[in-house]
């Protein structure tokens, strides 16, 4: 069974400061998606990655694909209060192709 | 583009009641989602279009629930009679694809069964 791991569950921080979360599988993806849902709102694609080993940048955001394509890590460089939200992974089964989600990282980023 | 948009935002009705929550897909995406988001169980897939045909409705919990897709722009999901269990965000979203095709969602339903 694929499965998507995501860590840490809860993150609270102040302005300024630096993180990263993290999106763990034991499969094999052929590419994961990152969303950041906000309050009220739903779920917006961040960024897909596709190529193990692959880096994007979104501003202060920083997407990596592992080089197994197992697994994901996303780091906020000085971390501003409009950077807090759900950040959640996605990536498509074998089977079917319909996404498996992580539970997400609720990061909240304090002035 | 107005994005997906879905109706009501917020429902709070009464045990036993039925409860229809609709949503209009992006023009042009062919495949439509329904997913319910809960705290202890994050997002849920419910059920799935394409070209408004029912694809997979594996995630519908039971019989109560039920979606349609009358046409491209228009979609519903009923519950029938609701349960205080099914207190949840409802969420429809829209694609051009499935797996690795970015879903685009819409704001949720909140809804409420007391």
């Known amino acids: 069974t694929q499965l998507l791991e995501q860590s840490p569950q809860f993150l609270s921080i102040q302005e300024g400061e630096n993180l990263t979360v993290y999106c763990n599988s034991s499969?094999?993806?052929?590419?994961l998606q990152w969303y950041r849902q906000e309050p009220g709102e739903g779920p917006v694609l961040l960024v897909t990655?596709?190529?193990g080993g692959e880096v994007k940048k979104l501003k202060r955001l920083t997407f990596q694909f592992g080089d197994a394509r197992k697994d994901s890590s996303l780091h906020i460089t000085a971390a501003q209060p409009g950077d807090t939200g759900l950040y959640l992974c996605?990536?498509?089964?074998?089977?079917?192709?319909?996404?498996?989600w992580g539970a997400g990282t609720k990061l909240i980023i304090k002035p | 583009d107005a994005g997906v948009i879905q109706s009501p935002r917020h429902e709070v009705t009464e045990m036993g009641q039925e409860v229809t929550l609709r949503c209009k897909p992006i023009?042009?995406?062919?495949?439509l989602f329904w997913y319910r988001q809960t705290m202890m169980r994050g997002l849920e897939l419910l059920i799935y279009?394409?070209?408004?045909?029912?694809?997979?409705d594996s995630g519908m919990p039971e019989d109560r629930f039920s979606a349609k897709m009358p046409n491209a722009s228009f979609s519903t999901l009923k519950i029938q009679p609701s349960e205080p269990r099914d207190s949840a965000v409802y969420f429809c979203?829209?694609?051009?694809?499935?797996?690795?095709?970015?879903?685009?969602f819409g704001n949720g339903t909140r809804l409420t069964v007391t």
């Open positions: 979203a829209s694609s051009t694809g499935t797996g690795g095709s970015p879903l685009h």
């Open positions: 023009s042009g995406h062919d495949y």
């Open positions: 279009f394409n070209n408004n045909v029912p694809i997979d």
């Open positions: 499969s094999v993806f052929s590419s």
């Open positions: 990655v596709v190529t």
């Open positions: 996605a990536g498509p089964m074998d089977s079917n192709y319909q996404l498996i």
